[in-house]
């Protein structure tokens, strides 16, 4: 990782995981706070809502194979809520397939098992655009 994608990361970034296996959550919850991330986890949908609500986090992570509802009802329940309209998401999945990210109502995606220095880079990435589109 270069010195200017460190510089660049924004120290109290609030980051909200979401993911049904706790090895992952734990694995992300250690490389993203190692990274200054501020990280809040949800095993699930229900949680994930509900935390969402709780935290008002900058980005949320949001792995797409979930039991029950999956990763895109919770991108769905995000997109149709005015006060979260803006909140950058990227998905997260093991079944890696070519998607046009915009359309999905993502603005990036990581392919499980990630590897660490992409997935920072991807959330990097994301959150420096999310943050020039909101100064300009």
Not at 13 to 33: E, H, K, S
Not at 69 to 74: A, E, T
Request: aromatic share 6%; net charge negative.
């Amino acid at each position: 990782m270069s010195g200017s994608t460190r510089a660049a990361r924004r120290p109290k970034t609030r980051i909200l995981v979401v993911d049904d296996d706790p090895d992952a959550r734990l694995l992300l919850r250690l490389i993203l706070g190692a990274a200054t991330y501020e990280v809040y986890t949800a095993e699930d949908a229900y949680d994930a809502l509900l935390t969402l609500y709780d935290t008002d986090p900058d980005l949320l992570l949001v792995d797409l194979m979930l039991p029950e509802r999956d990763g895109w009802d919770i991108i769905k329940a995000v997109r149709s809520d005015p006060e979260m309209l803006d909140l950058p998401i990227v998905a997260m999945s093991a079944r890696f397939r070519l998607l046009n990210a915009p359309d999905h109502g993502i603005q990036g995606y990581v392919r499980k098992p990630f590897e660490t220095f992409a997935l920072l880079d991807t959330l990097d990435e994301v959150l420096r655009h999310e943050s020039a589109s909101a100064d300009g």
